[in-house]
């Protein structure tokens, strides 16, 4: 049976579910005191650049989630819980908040405001992807949403909602963000949970849920995706088999589309992106449940995609982005991703190296940020050619890596 048309005493059951992994969580992160603030620059050991200086640009950012940068400098960052977006400017974070958000729903662990991406051709297009609260069979509960606006003079005007997914978010998805060169817009949808009850959303094909779609940069269904033809799934969708994508990045001289992917316990992935391909969630996965007993049967079936990346524990990676500057030459054509926290410790995060050989093969990973304490939530690299980072705490951070002269 689908799970869009899960009973209610199933989707009340779930929802208990996620209550209580919320509440665990929670006391988890209370009984470990708060990451201190990162209020000066920090000289920090690496492997092959030896130190980098990581250089705090904004502080006090409640819960950042994703960020993107204007051609006049500035910095749109999002804060989850909130619902606000924030604008850093000359260096500094403006203290009000940019006005014209459509209403986000944060009542529950992790809904709320999170990817913002700006249209390639004219960056006062802003996009911002949200859970909205909505009304199914009667019931409140919650969708995963995209919205479109204009940014002038500080303020979003032209508002307008332009996608909504199809299903119901009872387990809370992630949703990024990303524009290909075909000015195209490619957008997570996570939420496909065993735990949850919601695992077999990855291979429903009545639902968004578990999927990577493509879309136009007006929402709707581009004619050239891979199942428009065919209606084996819904025409919006690029890939399935997805558990929960937090991170999208292009590679800058293949072009591939990178994504990462967060496990239950162990089997985090990241993944090349191959249009109308299927990734295996969750019937084939290296995943452990929460619980300890394994996802699937086999981690790898030959009809779906292995992962190009693997995590053992889990890392939960978040934001990936690949270095192409020429501030650290020896980093060049690297992998960077957000760590949230490692194998499900608290204090964790980091921000994870990936080095890979002339074939794409990995060769070695280093972790970088480890003594921050801090949950990398997103990494992307500066028009200005360094790395900037953004850290999830309640008392996070915008962060420029920097080399030491």
Do not use: C
């Not at 203290?95 to 999170?114: C, N, T």
């Amino acid at each position: 049976m689908s799970l869009h048309l899960i009973s209610r005493p199933l989707r009340f059951f779930s929802s208990l579910i996620i209550l209580f992994m919320s509440g665990v969580t929670a006391q988890a992160q209370n009984t470990n005191p708060a990451p201190p603030s990162i209020t000066e620059p920090l000289i920090l050991n690496t492997f092959e650049v030896e130190q980098i200086k990581l250089v705090p640009i904004a502080t006090g950012l409640a819960n950042p989630w994703g960020m993107a940068f204007r051609d006049n400098g500035d910095i749109l960052i999002t804060e989850r819980y909130s619902g606000k977006l924030r604008l850093v400017r000359d260096g500094k974070l403006v203290e009000k908040d940019i006005p014209g958000v459509p209403e986000v729903y944060s009542e529950v662990f992790r809904a709320g405001l999170m990817a913002v991406a700006l249209h390639p051709d004219d960056d006062q297009v802003v996009y911002l992807t949200y859970t909205k609260a909505i009304m199914h069979e009667g019931e409140p509960s919650q969708a995963v949403a995209l919205a479109r606006a204009r940014l002038v003079e500080d303020k979003l005007t032209e508002v307008e909602e332009i996608f909504v997914a199809k299903g119901v978010d009872s387990a809370i998805a992630a949703a990024a963000l990303l524009f290909t060169p075909d000015n195209k817009l490619m957008m997570s949808v996570g939420g496909s949970y065993v735990f949850a009850a919601t695992g077999e959303y990855a291979q429903d094909p009545a639902v968004h849920y578990g999927k990577l779609l493509r879309l136009n940069a007006d929402g709707t269904a581009p004619d050239d995706n891979p199942f428009v033809a065919s209606g084996e799934y819904l025409p919006e969708v690029y890939s399935v088999g997805h558990r929960n994508q937090l991170g999208l990045a292009l590679h800058p001289e293949t072009g591939a589309l990178w994504a990462s992917e967060n496990g239950p316990q162990g089997g985090d992935e990241a993944n090349i992106i191959l249009p109308g391909k299927n990734y295996g969630w969750p019937l084939a996965s290296y995943s452990r449940q929460y619980r300890g007993d394994w996802v699937s049967q086999t981690p790898w079936l030959a009809e779906y995609e292995n992962p190009t990346v693997l995590w053992w524990p889990s890392i939960a990676p978040a934001g990936l982005t690949f270095y192409s500057g020429e501030h650290f030459p020896a980093w060049q054509g690297n992998l960077f991703v957000g760590s949230m926290m490692e194998g499900r410790l608290p204090g964790t995060g980091h921000l994870e190296r990936i080095v890979f050989n002339s074939r794409g093969e990995e060769i070695r990973r280093e972790g970088l940020l480890r003594e921050l304490n801090h949950r990398v939530r997103d990494v992307q690299q500066g028009p200005d050619g360094y790395l900037y980072v953004l850290t999830d705490e309640a008392d996070g951070a915008l962060l420029r890596i920097e080399p030491v002269e």
